[in-house]
C-alpha cells in the first residue's frame, strides 16, 4: 500500500464523512487537505480539521463562483479567511473562472478584486493558494507572481503548455486528478510536469466519466499518473507526498 495525500476535496459535500475518512485510510490516503468555497463550507472545513486533527486540514478560501449570492457580504467572507488563517494550511479554493455563465454575473474585474485578496491573505500568512484556473490560466498565474506569492497548486490544469511553463519555471505546483485517466488536457499537463511539483487530488465529490470521486481514489489517479510518467508507483507517491508535507506542512 502506498502513502498518499488528497490535496484538494470538498469533504464538506459528502453525505457520510465518517465512512469517506475510513475508506481513505485504509486505501493509504495518509492525510487530507479540504477546501472552502464560501463562509459557510470555511465553517465546516474548519470543524472537520478539528475533529479529524492530523489527517483532515483545513484550505479556506472565497471562490469566484461565490460572488454572486455573497456579493452583499463578501467583505465578511474575506475577512472570515483573514481572521482564521491560523487554522488552515492553505488558502483554497479560490482563483478565476472566465467561463460565461459566470463573467456575466461576476466580471473579470470584480473576479480578480476578490482573488487579489485571497493572494494577499496567502502572502501575509506565508500559506499556498489551491487555484482554480478555468479558461483564466495565464490570468491566474500573472497575478499570483506579480503579487509575489511564491507558493500555489494549479489544481486540475488543463491550459496551454505555455502557461504551464510558466507555472513551473515560477516554482509553483499542478495537482493531478482523475482527469489524468482520459482527459487529453490534463494528461498533457501531467506529463509536462516535473514530479518534483506534481501532488494528487481527487476534487470530491466532483463526478468523472459518471464515477463519483472520493479521497480514496488517491490511489486510482497516483496510477493514472504513474503511467504518464513511466515511473514505478513507489516512486511516484513517494515524490508526490513529500511534495504535499512540504508544501502544506503536514508532518
Ligand atoms: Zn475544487
Redesign the pocket.
Known amino acids: 500500500m502506498y502513502k498518499v495525500i488528497d490535496t ?3 469533504l464538506d459535500e459528502v453525505d457520510d464523512v465518517e465512512s469517506i475518512v475510513k475508506k481513505s485510510q485504509n486505501a493509504g490516503v495518509v492525510a487530507i487537505v479540504a ?1 472552502g ?1 464560501d463562509y459557510e463550507s470555511n465553517n465546516v472545513v474548519l470543524e472537520l480539521a478539528q475533529k479529524y486533527k492530523s489527517y483532515v486540514y483545513a484550505a479556506i478560501g472565497v ?1 469566484p463562483w461565490t460572488i454572486p449570492d455573497a456579493l452583499p457580504n463578501l467583505d465578511r467572507e474575506v475577512q472570515f479567511v483573514e481572521d482564521n488563517m491560523k487554522y488552515a494550511v492553505c488558502v ?2 479560490v482563483g478565476l473562472d472566465y467561463k460565461k455563465e459566470l463573467v456575466k454575473q461576476a466580471g473579470k474585474q470584480q473576479q480578480q478584486e476578490l482573488f487579489a485578496a485571497m493572494i494577499d491573505i496567502a502572502v501575509k500568512h506565508d500559506k499556498p493558494l ?1 487555484i ?1 484556473s478555468r479558461y483564466s490560466w495565464k490570468d491566474c498565474l500573472n497575478l499570483v507572481s506579480d503579487a509575489g506569492a511564491t507558493k500555489a497548486v494549479f ?2 490544469y488543463t491550459g496551454p503548455s505555455s502557461v504551464l511553463r510558466g507555472i513551473v519555471e515560477g516554482g509553483y505546483h499542478i495537482s493531478a486528478c482523475l482527469a489524468a485517466e482520459y482527459h487529453y488536457e490534463h494528461k498533457r499537463a501531467v506529463k509536462e510536469t516535473p514530479l518534483t511539483q506534481l501532488l494528487l ?1 481527487t ?1 470530491t465529490p ?1 463526478h468523472y466519466q459518471g464515477h463519483k470521486a472520493e479521497p480514496a481514489d488517491t490511489v486510482r489517479v497516483l496510477t493514472a499518473v504513474r503511467e504518464l510518467k513511466e515511473l514505478d508507483l513507489a516512486a511516484v507517491a513517494e515524490k508526490t507526498t513529500q511534495n504535499a508535507r512540504q508544501l502544506f506542512k503536514i508532518a
Open positions: 484538494h476535496c470538498h477546501c468555497l471562490y483554497g479554493e489551491s482554480h489544481h486540475w487530488e476534487d466532483v
